[in-house]
């Protein structure tokens, strides 16, 4: 723009109330489409989604897979492109005609199938502006059962990753990422709840600093030995990665890219500095840290040699001080405690026990760190902290913090492999009726931020996740915040804006935008999940029950994909 001239206002829309509807809500002037929800065949001639969850296995693995969560579109030519889309779990009422009653080698087929990731091609149709599922070589499903690979310092061939099956599978993803090279990453977040045993079991110091215990939600164990924990333990060390999906090779396996480390990851942020590939990653859990990798030397020459360069480099792990200063420390066998007087044998055994080595090298606890987003204008980084019991220092200045945060740093110089920075609370998220410090008003109380990220005219977009516990709205103070919504930031004034929200019950999470900018596509996950902090699922009380987005009284709530427009054509949030 020409000096002098005003920079035209980031938020142009007006926003929306706090809703409580069993709908999706966005500003006047904007249309909201589903498209591709759980069931829906991934090839034309593929198997019908049924609604009484009847589907085999053998048809999920030919149909897009449950609770989708991150992903991306890779632009085709036109005004096409391939979604890679992450589906984190099951919910087993849902997923099967009986619910969890019983447990059989089919019910966990088709549990497995569920899982993964779908690769799409979708098409804007230039007459009606609707976005369409198209058949294409490039459509595939990532189950729990594909044949995958290990790349970087930790081998498929390592003591510790030998178990009774071969590499095979991805499990909870979460948040997602993507490579400045045309590829997916896709996070392993909580993998260990799929373990479990009826043997005699005590968890090793390890198992427990992930949360493997006897008990799974899931009990896959009682049918397939391989989520044995006692029988097959090492099968566990096999989660918690981050995988590399190349969703232009429909053939490639899916890489676990060792190098980045092994913890509950929510997100894989890539961005580059001075010619190096560098990755955020948060931990999601209360308590835990944040990470980031740093590639050695040009990732266009790694890929001139064919090497990976997410498989050559340093990982850190953030330290923040109380001044608002901070220090990325390296998870380096041999330096610092990670030495081998101090128990630690190698490089792959500190990547293993990322957590473990984390804690050694005096890291910051957060409260939940879950999404990471890269401001494209000055390189800023921002984090969501979710919510936790508040785990001190500035950094975490809510105890507890029911509402959660967002951090922000400027790494030094702005250069993204600086291992110094500086860093200041973006938001403090929450309602002032119960938390006065919040700054917040009725066009934009939010609260357990989660999903982040920047579009190409810098706006930063925030989902959130209010977990459905057993608390009830009121009583942890989220009753005016409605559900889950979408807001728009200007990271500059600060100012915020609800530009969505979801059904009743449902996260909002993945945000990927058409390469116009006239398209937003995300995810809505878990509509109507069952649980007494909506109320408990009965016609009395309503606000559980969702139906979303078939409203088929015979049917069931489904994850879907929403594709958002603006009716004069223009770009979203302008
Ligand atoms: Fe699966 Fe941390 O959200
Ligand atoms: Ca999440
Ligand atoms: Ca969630
Ligand atoms: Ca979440």
New binding site residues.
Partial sequence: SKPGKPKPKLLGFEAIAPSTDDAVRVPEGYSAQVIIPWGTPIHSRGPQFKKDGSNTAAEQRRQIGAHH?GMHLFPLTGSSGLLALNH??IDTTLHYTDGSATITQEKVDKATAGHGISVVKLERDKRSGKWELKDSRYNRRVTTDTPVEFSGPVRASHPLLRSNNAPKGTL?N??SGYTPWGTYVTCE??FNGYFGTDEAFTATTEQKRYGITATSGYNWHKADARWDIAKNPNEANRFGWVVEIDPFDPKAAPVKRTALGRV?H?SATVTESKGQVVVYT?D?QDGEYVYKFVGDGSWRKRRAKRQSPLDHGTLYVAKFNDDGSGVWLPLEFGKGALTAANGWADQADVLIRTRSAADAVGATKLD?P??VAVNPDNKDVYLTL?NGVGNGGTVNPRKPNPYGHILRWHEKNGDNTALSFTWDVFVLAGDPAYDPAVQLGPDNIFGSP?GIGFDADGRLWIQT?ISNTSQTLASKGYDNIGNCAMLAADPETKEIKRFLTVPRGA?V?GITFAADGRSLFVNVQHPGEASTAWGAPTPANPRAVSNWPDFDPAGRPRSATVVITKNDGGKIGS
Avoid: A, H
Wanted: proline letters at 0%; hydrophobic letters at 5%; a negative charge.
């Fill in positions: 969560d984190e779990y909870n979460c948040s977040e909580n509950k929510e948060g999601d939940r879950e999404w979710t989660d996740d996260e999470t």
